[in-house]
Nanobody, 122 residues
Framework: QVQLVESGGGLVQPGGSLRLSCAAS????????MGWFRQAPGKEREFVAA????????MYADSVKGRFTISRDNANNTVYLQMNNLKPEDTAIYSC???????????????WGQGTQVTVSS
């Protein structure tokens, strides 16, 4: 069992940056693939980024590639999403998830956090 708690969301102007954190409980965090997803009002949840257990493999949605960076600290059971050059269309609730496969598919992830709101507006 893994419990996930996100933090770091907030209001930022276009072009600004935020770093999201996802703290995980449980001794097996380092064995999980971790993913970030987001859901904007009236839209379906979409994949943002994922990282494998070792941190050596990552994948990104085309819409965030070059602007967002996913990383993890297995010693501290935390995964991060560094978001740069934010755009209004990045506004959404961002959730982290844990699973056993490096995938963009949300239903392949077993555990989910509650999410943190990111709002990009001037």
């Amino acid at each position: 069992q893994v419990q996930l708690v996100e933090s770091g969301g907030g209001l930022v102007q276009p072009g600004g940056s935020l770093r999201l954190s996802c703290a995980a409980s449980g001794r097996t965090f380092s064995s999980y693939t971790m993913g970030w997803f987001r859901q904007a009002p009236g839209k379906e949840r979409e994949f943002v980024a994922a990282i494998n257990w070792s941190g050596l493999l990552t994948m990104y949605a085309d819409s965030v590639k070059g602007r967002f960076t996913i990383s993890r600290d297995n010693a501290n059971n935390t995964v991060y999403l560094q978001m740069n050059n934010l755009k209004p269309e990045d506004t959404a609730i961002y959730s982290c998830a844990a699973g056993s496969v490096l995938t963009r598919t949300a239903n392949r992830y077993d555990y989910w956090g509650q999410g943190t709101q990111v709002t990009v507006s001037s």
